[in-house]
């Protein structure tokens, strides 16, 4: 020993000595039931591994069953459920999105039937089913408002009859939720839930999703309703428009690259927040992990707490099932 002798007050280090110590101390938790896995669909009785997002599937009718068998095993608690729509369906108007023998009606009454304790929740918008692949109504180049809400109170109401547990409006028309709650109550929906993705931007980082869905704008980009990635005091203001409408759960997408939108909306609000690592996210860490650049099992692990400590109850994200193992393995 030398005869050095720093004195400090503090030793922050000590707090990190064992495994046992660093565990009392932790701040953030990451559980299996704050995982929500998104899953793709598709009318074809095969299931199809996507060349877009690979590691994912868009599963056939009976697949999908598999798929929430597994999910519960691993723990997780909700699913929302994306269709590809087949091209010689999709029309100008999207009628597809309130058939009630459509594919997502289909799989919410079959997954309700033999998973009752799984949560169901269906997206809400236009885009897999309307021929300009906008989330709502286009005409003479433009996205109509007013009219697309009507369509999605549509769209909302027969989901919530097929089974739908929770409603999530991706679509970002103004004055939605509101429309969706008084819907849905009419039709005496009053305990089916609405998680609005309040922050939605306008981000790069869908392309992979709209692969896997064929989904893709025809014409122009989605700026006119996702928000600009360089605005954070907006998504404050979409948040109380909201909870005014009525939102049970509020949403951020993309996750990583805005946490600290989600962290200001976590002071904002006693709302749960859900954040959404979409499918560009994956993809980056998952091919650096292909790679070999990065150990999947920890980045993903830490990518996933991030998300948590800003401040998400609730994280969408295709890892669901993987990061769920792993976090039943490290017990
Ligand atoms: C469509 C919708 C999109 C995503 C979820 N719902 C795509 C878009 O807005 O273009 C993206 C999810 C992802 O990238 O993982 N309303």
Redesign the pocket.
């Given at each position: 020993m030398s005869d050095f002798f720093l004195d400090l007050p503090m030793r922050p280090r000590r707090n990190r000595k064992s495994a046992g110590v660093r565990a009392m101390v932790r701040e953030t938790t990451l559980e299996a039931s704050q995982l929500i896995l998104?899953v793709f669909l598709h009318e074809d009785a095969e299931d199809q591994p996507l060349e877009s997002m690979p590691g994912c599937t868009r599963w056939s009718l009976e697949g999908l069953m598999g798929e929430a068998e597994g999910a519960l095993e691993d723990g997780i608690r909700a699913m929302v459920l994306?269709p590809k729509v087949p091209e010689a369906r999709k029309t100008p108007g999207g009628e597809e999105a309130w058939d009630p023998q459509g594919l997502v009606p289909r799989a919410l009454r079959a997954l309700k039937q033999r998973f009752p304790e799984l949560v169901l929740i269906t997206?809400v918008?236009l885009?897999p089913y309307n021929s300009d692949g906008h989330?709502g109504l286009v005409v003479d180049g433009e996205v109509l408002n007013d009219a697309t809400v009507e369509a999605l109170t549509r769209q909302a109401v027969m989901q919530a009859e097929a089974g739908a547990d929770i409603i999530a409006p991706?679509?970002m028309m103004d004055g939605r939720v509101g429309a969706l709650r008084e819907a849905l109550d009419l039709h005496g929906h009053t305990g089916v839930s609405i998680l609005s993705y309040t922050a939605k931007y306008a981000s790069a980082?869908?392309g992979?999703?709209?692969g896997a869905l064929d989904?893709a704008p025809k014409d122009g980009d989605?700026k006119t309703y996702?928000m600009d990635p360089a605005n954070a005091r907006e998504a404050l203001r979409e948040l109380a428009l909201d909870e005014h409408e009525g939102a049970d759960m509020v949403m951020v997408k993309p996750a990583g690259p805005y946490l600290d939108v989600i962290a200001r909306m976590r002071d904002a609000t006693t709302l749960p927040i859900a954040a959404?690592q979409?499918?560009?996210e994956y993809l980056a860490l998952r091919s650096a992990c292909e790679a070999g650049w990065l150990d999947e099992r920890e980045a993903v692990l830490e990518s996933l707490t991030g998300i948590r400590r800003a401040g998400a109850d609730l994280i969408l994200t295709y890892f669901a099932r993987a990061a769920a193992g792993w976090l039943r393995e490290q017990g």
């Open positions: 998104p994306f997206d918008a885009d989330d991706s679509d980082f869908y992979p999703f709209r989904s989605k996702q959404y979409v499918s560009g």
